[in-house]
């Protein structure tokens, strides 16, 4: 993207006014996604955006300027605004010397999408919304949604990195309307991975609709979910969202470390139920939040958190990691080359256990059954979350009866943790999520095994 | 109709957005919506700057429609290479769509913008140092607000300066700048063993319009009064919304209303117009003509002049917004009610709206509550809004309401309803207006009969 030399001699220049790190990071980003909706193809949208961040860190100060221009001129007048904004007190030069290192994941990217005819992606559209048609007349409204894109990433800073990225994701989602004497209810199913076009190959596509469609209509039948507090059975694969929630946020270094979570000072103690295991794992092969380098030029990790309920370790970026002298953990990440780098999740999960799922739903007498979860927010410094539910049963005599209408449920992290009281042993990865923080999404994922929570809060409507 | 831009560098945006519009051939409609920005954000931390980000972004969106097919490319530069492959992807895309008899584009309506000029240039030439010290300066007054403030997570200047231009071959020519500066700090309050955020903000349209100590205040404030709170049992409550989150619930409202949500079904109001959906207090607008809006303009996305928008009036609704597209399709005009940014086709959405005041300041309506929450915060708006079905369930933090005085904190509860029953339930409507940061203009808002999900 940018010649060695070029980039040994912007980082020089980002140094001359007595910065003590810099670093250029490139991006070369294409988009491009397909819409149906109301029974029609509306539109076909490609994108290209392609620029460079430049950042000096002086002290506690980073300066951050970024640029669409990528020649050698526009790239130093970037890292001089940079270093400027960084107030460098010192003088003189600077040489920096970039070692080339290279990123792997692993695996290949079978067939890039840009390579895919676009009538073959329009293809898919208008199956998925028969299928989803198909299902029954309730069915009013029906959106399907069509996504890829490959991001080439290059960071270069004052400590001789130099690694290249090359990261592809391809994204199917189906949103159904089912309409019937109670009113309109939704239903909603997604599938992505950090891979090309076979993404086709894993996922049937007729039948992901088809789900959809069968969700909203099930709602349809919803009565209003519960109010208060009892025991929640969350489904295998479909509430990931918890950890990333309850815990994940709470154990960002750069929260920790400003005081700003319920997690800060536990480094060591017992966080959690005993069989309790909580990874964050960009490594993960083919997941929505693979990396193979983070968005700092650091190898993508597998990071143990909680430890059979032992918390182990925060998770780190380049500065804080910097600030506490050890190494990052690989979870510096950032949403474009426009916005600076912070600590983020990648794919989080929670390990399975050993018990059968299905038991655990017959050992809860009265309960809720959450098998899909939609996203969730969180307080880090109190550690209070919500998280919402798009598919939710009632549990009744150890059996799952009718369907909930949709709410949030909302929780302490900490206490949520020690009241993990079943796990199961059917673990699976979620649907791609989106994580925001500070105005900034990137992608990630999350899985869970079937497990029970003694006690949580659930938001509906009914007494 | 003519038109002037504002400045030179809007005409410029506009000449440029007007050559790719030129290139429209024959039975093809061609639009270029052309933006550029600068900005500053400043973040101060434990008494020094943590980051300061200054840039220039640019981008253009190139929207295409033939046959009454539409395709759109966007790229994040204004270089010409770029732009051209923007055309030619377009066009390509525009190929695969199907065809919709009611797509294309705006053309003029004769109605004239209403004119408007907020841009102060003071905004971009203001010094770095200044941006700094008030940040840190922001910073520092949290920091004295109180005893038990430990710490500001973070303390934020921002400025932002921008340009847009959107020309069409069917006649279309608008263009517009706007200049904003804000500030926001994030209080971290601490007792025991117990944490609390508190968050203050503060917005102008030049740099004195900003007022430090109120956001400073409000930050310490809010971080400060939760300690001690814990979940109430569940019951049946009434409401008390302060400004902030009643605009937030109009919001909701606004977005069920948008003639794009109603024409496909995904609307829980999109038959009951000239119907009483909401008590007879509300009266809301979507009105970017209403200067005192930070979202304020005088063209919408599609180079159509902005409009004063009545929907729901005493309680009953009266329409609908509409694009040029969407509106051809139900048989109305556009409501010049176009939202987009570079990276996106035109979709229709509220930009400034407004609910009504109606009478007694927030006390007054305080003392009228015999039990209920007055809400800090709200979370889980995304997860626990489904604004197809109108179910509404939310986290929130605040005080409970006890004899029409604020009583103990709470934290760790829900609350719940359907949009359609909250706007029923609205029993009191404050005089207490407040325009928002993000354009709308809400006053406090009573609404009664939740469920609080709680211990």
Redesign the interface.
């Known amino acids: 993207m940018i010649e060695q030399s070029v980039l040994e001699e912007v980082l020089g220049v980002a140094m001359r006014t007595g910065g003590e790190f810099a670093e250029v990071f490139a991006e070369d980003r294409r988009n491009a996604s397909a819409v149906l909706d109301d029974g029609r193809v509306e539109e076909l949208t490609s994108g290209r955006d392609r620029g460079a961040g430049i950042r000096v860190v002086v002290g506690e100060t980073t300066g951050f300027a970024h640029t669409a221009d990528l020649s050698e001129a526009g790239l130093i007048a970037a890292a001089q605004a940079a270093a400027a904004a960084a107030r460098g007190g010192g003088g003189g030069t600077n040489v920096v010397a970039l070692h080339r290192g290279s990123a792997s994941r692993g695996y290949d990217i079978e067939t890039f999408p840009g390579d895919v005819p676009k009538a073959r992606k329009v293809e898919l559209l208008t199956r998925a919304d028969e299928a989803a048609r198909s299902v029954g007349d309730a069915i009013s409204q029906v959106s399907v949604s069509y996504g890829d894109n490959r991001r080439r990433i290059l960071v270069a800073n004052s400590d001789g990195v130099f690694v290249e990225d090359d990261t592809v994701r391809t994204f199917f989602a189906v949103s159904c309307v089912a309409t019937g004497d109670t009113g309109m209810q939704t239903g909603r199913e997604s599938v992505g991975h950090t891979i090309g076009f076979e993404l086709f190959d894993m996922y049937d596509i007729d039948q992901l609709a088809r789900n959809a469609a069968d969700r909203a209509i099930t709602k349809l039948a919803a009565r209003p979910a519960p109010s208060g507090q009892m025991p929640v059975v969350i489904g295998s694969g479909g509430g990931g969202v918890l950890f990333h929630e309850a815990c994940g946020h709470g154990l960002e270094a750069d929260l920790v470390s400003k005081g700003a979570s319920v997690f800060r000072g536990r480094v060591g103690q017992q966080v959690a139920s005993k069989g309790v295991t909580v990874v964050d794992d960009g490594t993960m092969t083919r997941e929505w939040g693979n990396i193979a380098i983070d968005d700092e030029g650091n190898p993508a990790q597998r990071n143990v958190l909680i430890e059979d309920g032992i918390l182990t370790d925060y998770m780190w970026d380049h500065l804080r990691a910097r600030k506490e002298g050890r190494r990052s953990s690989g979870n510096g990440r950032r949403q474009s080359y426009q916005n600076l780098p912070m600590v983020r999740m990648t794919n989080t999960y929670l390990l399975a256990g050993e018990e059968d799922p299905e038991s655990i739903i017959a050992s809860t007498p009265k309960g809720v059954y959450v098998k899909h979860l939609g996203g969730g927010q969180v307080n880090t410094a109190t550690g209070d979350f919500v998280f919402g539910m798009t598919e939710a049963y009632l549990i009744e005599d150890g059996k799952v009866t009718e369907p909930l209408r949709e709410g949030n449920l909302i929780g302490n992290g900490p206490e949520v943790l020690q009241r993990i009281d079943a796990l199961g042993n059917d673990f699976a990865m979620g649907p791609p999520g989106t994580c925001g923080k500070d105005g900034q999404g990137v992608p990630v994922g999350d899985g869970v095994p079937t497990l029970r929570v003694s006690s949580l809060t659930i938001g509906g409507t009914a007494a | 109709m003519t038109f002037d831009p504002p400045d030179q560098e809007s005409a410029d945006l506009l000449a440029l957005a007007q050559s790719v519009a030129n290139n429209a051939r024959s039975g093809e409609q061609l639009e270029a919506f052309v933006a550029r920005s600068s900005y500053t954000t400043v973040r101060a ?2 008494g ?12 253009i969106g190139v929207r295409v429609v033939s046959d009454h097919r ?8 204004l ?1 010409s290479d ?1 732009i051209a ?2 055309l030619a ?2 066009r ?3 190929t ?3 065809p ?1 008899e009611w797509v294309g584009l705006a053309e003029p309506d004769g109605v004239a913008p209403v004119p408007f000029d907020a841009f102060d240039p003071s905004v971009a030439t203001m010094e ?1 140092s200044r941006k700094i010290d008030l940040a840190l300066e922001l910073e520092r007054m949290v920091r004295a607000g109180d005893l038990r403030i ?2 500001v ?2 303390a934020t200047f921002s400025d932002s300066s921008s340009r847009f231009a959107v020309a069409t071959s069917t006649g279309i020519a608008g263009a517009g700048r706007g200049a904003w500066c804000s500030m926001s700090a994030l209080a ?1 309050a ?1 007792d025991g063993d ?4 508190g968050g203050g903000s503060t917005v102008g349209f030049r740099p004195d319009d900003l007022d430090l100590a109120e956001a400073a205040d409000d930050a310490v404030l809010r971080a400060t009064r939760l300690f001690g709170a814990k ?1 109430v049992p ?1 019951q049946r409550v009434t409401i008390i919304l302060e400004p902030r989150m009643a605009a937030t619930i109009a919001g909701l409202l606004g977005s069920t209303l948008t003639g794009e949500r109603v ?4 609307s ?1 109001f999109g038959d009951r117009v000239g119907e009483t959906i909401a008590s007879p207090k509300l009266t809301l607008v979507d009105d970017p003509t209403d200067h005192r809006s930070y979202a304020a303009d005088m063209f919408d996305g599609e180079g159509l002049a902005c409009r004063r928008n009545q929907l729901v009036v005493d309680g009953v609704l009266q329409g609908f917004l509409y694009d040029s597209a969407s509106g051809r399709r139900a048989g109305q005009p556009s409501t010049g009610s176009a939202v987009r940014g570079v ?3 035109p979709s229709v959405g509220c930009q400034a709206l407004a609910v009504a005041p109606g009478a007694g300041s927030f006390e007054s309506l305080l003392a009228d509550i015999d039990t209920g929450v007055y809400l800090q915060s709200m ?2 708006l ?3 809004v ?1 604004l ?4 509404i ?3 929130i ?1 605040g005080l409970m309401v006890r004899n029409g005085q604020l009583a103990e904190p709470v ?8 949009l359609q029953r909250m706007l029923l339930d609205i029993v009191a409507i404050g005089d207490d207006i407040e325009w928002l940061p993000g354009g709308t203009g809400c006053p406090t808002i009573v609404i009664a009969d939740l ?5």
């Open positions: 931390h434990g020094e700057v943590e980051s300061f980000t200054s840039a220039v972004s640019a981008g539409q395709g759109f490319a966007w790229a994040g530069t270089e770029a492959d923007a992807d377009a390509d895309n525009a695969f769509a199907e919709d770095a430990t710490g997570r973070v971290l601490e117990e944490t609390y955020t979940p569940s024409l496909k079904g995904r829980p990276s996106s086709t979370t889980g995304h997860s626990g489904n197809v079905s109108g179910d369930s939310v986290g933090e934290r760790e509860v829900t609350i719940a309803s359907t469920s609080l999900g709680g211990s």
